[in-house]
């Protein structure tokens, strides 16, 4: 009898539809500029206290035209997190601290803090940007003007997490912070997060590596 019933059930079963290719009357739309996931590594020249801007970071990255101009390979970012790690002084073990500090368009602030501990344990800060402003896309148009102040001390090694956006075929946006007098025609640049370009070691603290 259970045999019976299996048989019976197995008959009365539809067969497997086959799927086929589905076709669309036109093709499906794509990302079409350059998207890239990317982590921005700085070290801190000396102790300060450094304010980021717009135009800082979409300075980041540029490729000289001339001598003397670069032109952005970012037209639009959104930041996703930034980490800092501050080394005690190791011989004589003074505590430091870094920070990180969100600015918005009402003026209010989020700010994120550690210190180190003896001299073997960094001081550590991650922090993400709040909700609205820094945290969606940013592009040259922005009317925000600073998005964020770090704290560091001396080596403090500082990571940007962004992602960025080089949109294909608009004009292309001079670099507002290279000021380069002995730029290579073709070469691609990282500037300082806090200013100049790279070739002009000296005048700003958070150098890229």
């Given at each position: 009898?259970?045999?019976?019933k ?26 079409s ?27 980041l ?25 501050a ?5 004589t ?33 991650e ?21 964020l ?61």
């Amino acid at each position: 009898m259970q045999n019976f019933k299996l048989q019976r059930n197995a008959s009365n079963r539809k067969p497997a539809r086959r799927a086929g290719p589905r076709f669309s009357d036109h093709p499906p739309s794509y990302e079409s500029s350059t998207v890239v996931n990317r982590v921005f590594r700085f070290k801190a020249a000396a102790a300060a206290a450094n304010t980021v801007t717009v135009t800082n970071i979409l300075d980041l990255l540029e490729v000289a035209t001339s001598t003397t101009v670069a032109y952005r390979l970012i037209d639009a970012f959104r930041i996703k997190k930034i980490r800092i790690w501050a080394p005690p002084d190791p011989t004589t073990a003074v505590p430091t601290t870094c920070s990180i500090k969100w600015y918005t368009t009402s003026g209010s602030y989020v700010q994120t803090s550690d210190t180190s501990m003896g001299t073997a344990k960094c001081a550590y800060v991650e922090s993400k940007p709040p909700i609205g402003d820094a945290a969606f896309w940013i592009g040259s148009g922005s009317s925000l003007g600073t998005l964020l102040s770090l704290q560091t001390p001396v080596g403090a090694i500082v990571d940007l997490h962004i992602v960025y956006r080089d949109i294909l075929d608009v004009a292309g946006t001079a670099s507002v912070n290279s000021n380069g007098t002995a730029l290579v025609v073709g070469t691609t640049y990282l500037n300082f997060l806090d200013g100049t370009a790279k070739n002009l070691v000296g005048q700003n603290v958070l150098t890229p590596v």
